[in-house]
């Protein structure tokens, strides 16, 4: 016998590099253990860390899981039905998108004094009413989710900077894209998708953003900036105008006469609200958002997620 056929004759099976990991490996064990703590989002970044094989169960099958547990409504409309097909840029990706707020830095078009870093959110309310605030009329036939913005103050002479993110569905056969492409609107040359990396378009460039955007956000024409990438994540910032009481219900009717005489129903249908506390997970399937709030505590900052 040779001295490699005794060394594979030797070698128990508990000495393999993969063994430590055969149990943690089967997926059927990783679904009842994420099942089990609620899908939650610190533990599913530490599992996607820990080795290649596991990073790519979780970008197989994890994510995708987490998406649909955390907001189901949004994932069926994106997934156009079949949520275990595949989507633009990948579940980590959307994942990401759902949990984590872009931050912003100057662009061309949208000058701060401060770049905002990103930043795990705690919870964030998509719409695909607000969604149709931000396609031109010609391309009101998109499906795209928008967050509410996430707000920061920029100082006491300044107003606050809203940032907010979205996603398509289907970008690839989008109004929106064949309208970029048949303009020839160029990529923008520094920006990138903070959420799937790739290249993407200035919609201010490509004079595509409508007044009806700025009203949803509560901002001024012109005081707001955002990209799309190819995959369909959408990005971007805005001043914030502070709005009393009495101005906020004369904006909401304002709303209404403009044409959105159907959000209430909508909105019934329309928006998830995504809890980045695994431990306060009620997922909004039915319009009511009076079981969540902003105040929900958990999670915390997850440095993982970056580099999903």
């Known amino acids: 016998m040779s001295a490699a056929q005794r060394r594979r004759v030797n070698v128990h099976p508990s000495d393999e590099p993969e063994s430590d990991y055969s149990g943690i490996l089967n997926e059927g064990i990783l679904l009842l253990l994420f099942e089990s703590i609620k899908w939650d989002l ?61 931050g912003c830095e100057s662009t061309r078009h949208f000058i701060v004094s401060r770049a905002i870093p990103g930043h795990f959110t705690q919870a964030s309310r998509f719409s695909k009413t607000s969604g149709r605030s931000f ?73 595509l953003v409508p007044k009806s955007a700025a009203r949803r956000l509560g901002s001024g024409d012109r005081r707001l900036e955002y990209f799309v990438c190819v995959n369909g994540h959408l990005h971007g910032a805005c001043w914030l105008v502070p709005l009393s009481s009495d101005e906020e219900v004369c904006d909401v009717g304002e709303e209404d006469v403009d044409g959105d005489d159907d959000d209430v129903n909508e909105d019934h249908a329309g928006y998830d609200e995504v809890d980045g506390d695994a431990w306060s997970h009620q997922t909004v399937t039915n319009g009511s958002t009076s079981s969540l709030g902003e105040d929900v505590l958990g999670g915390g900052p997850i440095d993982l997620l970056l580099n999903l």
């Not at 099958?61 to 595949?86: D, E, H, Y």
């Open 42 to 102: 610190q533990v599913l970044c530490l599992t996607a860390s820990v080795n290649r094989k596991l990073r790519a169960i979780a970008k197989r099958l994890l994510w995708r899981k987490l998406c649909v547990f955390r907001a189901p409504c949004m994932v069926a409309a994106l997934a156009n039905g079949a949520p275990n097909g595949r989507i633009g840029g990948g579940w980590d990706a959307l994942a990401k998108l759902m949990f984590f707020c872009s």
């Open 135 to 207: 396609l031109a009329k010609k391309c009101r036939g998109d499906l795209l989710f928008v967050s509410d913005p996430c707000e920061h103050p920029m100082g006491d002479k300044e107003d606050d900077l809203g940032i907010f993110r979205g996603v398509f569905r289907g970008f690839m056969r989008s109004k929106t894209r064949a309208c970029l492409l048949r303009r020839q609107v160029p990529f923008d040359e520094r920006v990138r998708c903070p959420y799937c990396g790739t290249r993407v378009w200035s919609m201010t460039a490509a004079r």
